[in-house]
């Protein structure tokens, strides 16, 4: 995976958030996702996927998970406002389908 800079984003790109990704909720300067998985194990190895993507951009969610649930919040805490990274964990967060 290519390194994406943490480059705040734009106004314009900022909008388009609820478009680029529609299952994120923008709260404050973060990115917000919930998943449910079918038990504890589905949601393991969703968390385990999502490990790697973290450790290949090197940008780590805040996160927690019960049972067949994970919390995914992400923010580029260097900054203190989104950035392009931030979205690029989310698409490829997303991609894991």
Do not use: Y
Request: hydrophobic share 45%.
């Amino acid at each position: 995976m290519d390194m994406v800079a943490p480059t705040p984003l734009t106004e314009a790109e900022r909008e388009a958030l609820s478009e680029k990704l529609p299952d994120w909720t923008v709260e404050d300067d973060r990115l917000c996702r919930t998943w449910e998985f079918a038990d504890f194990a589905e949601a393991w190895r969703f968390m385990e996927q999502v490990s790697v993507i973290a450790e290949d951009l090197q940008h780590h969610p805040d996160w927690s998970n019960s049972w067949n649930r994970v919390d995914v919040v992400v923010t580029t805490h260097s900054t203190g406002v989104l950035t392009r990274l931030d979205v690029a964990f989310a698409e490829a967060v997303d991609a894991l389908g």
